[in-house]
């Protein structure tokens, strides 16, 4: 087994993993599945409770719930991967796991160039064209003071 992966870099490549689309990894499937593997915890959808704070620091409240799937994938060397994204997607959940489980191994590198760093970009890219088009739309309000001061 390899040693284990900083904390950080591996929450990075499971929100990468996550935020993506099942067609973004789609075109890594038989890669993915090209090892002998188990489903600890097959693919299953569920719901969960989603928070939220007023003005982002206000005191919590229940926004609702959503769907979510998840999923847990063992290799045949031990090592194991998991997933949990929004919606219902099971395909996804399994490809993300065993993304998951095999970027723990000595193969890192080559799984963070040819499927983490292209969606990371992509997602990147993605959210500065959201930021540019709210931008465009963002209105500045000022008063003017009456009066004697």
Same mark, same amino acid.
């Given at each position: 087994?390899? *040693? ?15 935020? @993506? ?102 997602? @990147? ?23 004697? *001061?």
């Amino acid at each position: 087994m390899q *040693n284990p992966v900083p904390q950080a870099e591996r929450q990075h490549w499971i929100g990468v993993l996550a935020r @993506a689309r099942r067609s973004e990894l789609l075109p890594h499937e038989a890669a993915l599945r090209d090892v002998e593997y188990q489903l600890i915890r097959a693919p299953e959808i569920g719901m969960t409770l989603v928070r939220g704070r007023m003005g982002g620091n206000g005191a919590p409240f229940n926004v609702g719930e959503m769907s979510m799937t998840r999923c847990v994938v063992r290799l045949a060397d031990g090592r194991t991967g998991y997933s949990y994204l929004a919606g219902r997607d099971k395909l996804h959940a399994e490809l993300a796991a065993l993304a998951d489980a095999h970027l723990q191994g000595s193969q890192q590198r080559h799984w963070l160039d040819q499927v983490i760093t292209p969606l990371a970009n992509a997602q @990147a890219e993605h959210q500065a064209q959201k930021e540019a088009d709210t931008a465009a739309t963002k209105v500045e309000f000022f008063t003017l003071v009456r009066g004697e *001061n």
